[in-house]
């Protein structure tokens, strides 16, 4: 797979929202509890992140959807980078390396100057894939705390 076949853009289709909250839902399933949370902003990312100032991106390989991130807006510049997927059979090619540059280039075009996120120790590849794209490690007291029972790393990053 090279880099010259992938997309980024934002969400816009409902056929987009469904892959978003089904990539979404087959790692979240694999590893944890989809939690009342994770339920209301994947059965209407509109409402739930675009509506109220974040985005969806969107990864395509041609023309197949293959991964996604969103950047929920907690205040006027200050996002959550959240619900970051690939697709299973793409892991390890470096999409996610690219998408999260793209979230965070994109954060900067919606005046952010504070992208933060809750993972957790269960995912050693993300955490340290959001380690090499800058990401530092803060207490939850640093943050406002995503809403995931899951969540026991926070991190953050200063555009």
């Known amino acids: 797979?090279?880099?010259?076949?992938?997309?980024?853009?934002?969400?816009?289709?409902?056929?987009?929202?469904?892959?978003?909250?089904?990539?979404?839902?087959?790692?979240?399933?694999?590893?944890?509890?989809?939690?009342?949370?994770?339920?209301?902003?994947?059965?209407?990312?509109?409402?739930?992140?675009?509506?109220?100032?974040?985005?969806?991106?969107?990864?395509?390989?041609?023309?197949?959807?293959?991964?996604?991130?969103?950047?929920?807006?907690?205040?006027?510049?200050v996002f959550e980078l959240s619900k970051m997927a690939v697709t299973p059979a793409v892991r390890g090619k470096g999409i996610g390396r690219q998408l999260i540059q793209a979230a965070i280039d994109h954060a900067r075009t919606l005046n952010a100057s504070t992208l933060f996120l809750g993972s957790s120790t269960k995912l050693p590849n993300a955490v340290h894939l959001y380690e090499s794209a800058g990401f530092t490690h803060v207490s939850p007291e640093q943050i406002p705390l995503p809403p995931y029972a899951r969540a026991d790393v926070f991190m953050r990053m200063v555009l």
Request: with cysteine.
């Open 1 to 77: 797979m090279t880099s010259s076949t992938l997309t980024i853009t934002s969400m816009t289709t409902a056929a987009e929202a469904d892959a978003f909250r089904t990539l979404n839902e087959e790692w979240i399933s694999r590893f944890f509890t989809i939690e009342e949370s994770d339920r209301r902003t994947l059965d209407d990312p509109f409402a739930a992140i675009v509506d109220p100032g974040g985005d969806v991106l969107i990864v395509r390989d041609g023309g197949k959807i293959v991964g996604c991130v969103a950047l929920v807006r907690s205040s006027d510049d």
